[in-house]
């Protein structure tokens, strides 16, 4: 499923003054808890593992609330990507970096249960792992990644099973599209539905007969609207107006597999090797311009994230012997006189895996 950026975060609340120091329990020697606490928080995240064996009270710090909350306050926050890699069609690992230092690669620990065709889905610092098949039944089961603990746990179970659905994020709630046959009354009233975390349950969004294909190859959220693109054209719900809407022909025919909307124009890679965007004030698909001399002329199995602002792009490529290589780049997109061009910030190998695997999904995390 395509992607969608990084919803803003609520402001958090002032963090209670910690208790006062004393010898005993001081996180740096010589310092206040609090002066303490600002200089840790400003550490990049993907030194935080080496962080965590200083001591006890330092691997207690950087779990807690209070440590991602002067984070936030401080301007601190990284956007990670996250990656989920399907090894020889049997498993699934997840890794992430931050693109800044994309040379360090972190693994994550593995789904407890494995499933083919899920959607995903970013809020705030959790990644969703909705539905997918196991066994060939579709499964209403969603798994829950914190980020900050890293660790999964089983989350809220739609009302319905599905596979291959379509996921996205406007205003700080998980819509999910398709993905189940309409063959009872149950499937055909939940054959959309809305998760709300603060609620923590799932509820039906209403939906018209006609619109309910099964499969969804492609899914973005621009605006309000989320799109969901089947495999006759697609549909488009309207989370503001709470209203259905066909998918334009101009994106439709446009519109190939996995995507990611940066500045509002849609981000894909077309079948001719382009990498593609579609602007709904404009009304058109335009190529990316500039980045012929700093790509490889077919991008294999191209998947996309929004990161910060600008595009990230990873592709599979043939490697030494038995391997295959995950390539990354990150591009700075600039819109003008009806054109889209691109720069890229960096371009490089960040994984090398066994032949036979493929990218599954990215999606990029605020910590």
Partial sequence: MGDSPPQPQPQPQPPPPPPPSTDSNLLIPDLPNDISL??????????????????????????SPHFFNTRFNLSSTQTLLFINVRIHNL?????????????????????????IGSAFAALGHKIYVIGGSINDIPSPNVWVFDSRSKN?????????GREFAAAGVVNGRIYVIGG???????????????????????????????VKEKWMHGCAVIGDKVYAMADRGGVVYDTKELSWDVVKTEMDLGWRGRAAVVDGVLFCYDYLGKIRGFDENVGCWRELEGLDSGLHKFLCGATMANVGGNLCVLWERKGMGKEMEIWCAEISIRKGSGELWGSIVWSQ???????????????????
Avoid at 38 to 55: D, E, G, K, T, Y
Avoid at 98 to 114: G, H, M, R, T
Avoid at 187 to 205: C, I, L, Q, R, Y
Avoid at 353 to 366: Q, W, Y
């Fill in 91 to 115: 498993s699934f690992k997840w890794y992430f970096f931050d693109p800044k230092n994309p040379k360090s690669l972190f693994s994550v620990p593995s789904i407890p249960v494995q499933s």
């Fill in 38 to 63: 600002q200089c840790i928080a400003r550490v990049p995240h993907i030194h935080h593992s080496n962080l965590s064996l200083v001591s006890k009270s330092w691997n207690s710090l950087l779990r």
């Fill in 152 to 160: 999964w746990e089983l989350g809220p179970r739609m009302r319905v």
């Fill in 180 to 210: 189940c046959l309409i063959d009872s009354w149950s499937k055909s009233t939940h054959w959309a539905e809305v998760f709300d975390p603060v609620m923590g349950n799932w509820e039906a969004v209403s939906s018209p007969i006609d």
């Fill in 349 to 367: 190998v960040i994984l090398v895996v066994p032949n036979g695997s493929s990218v599954v999904h990215c999606l990029a995390v605020g910590l």
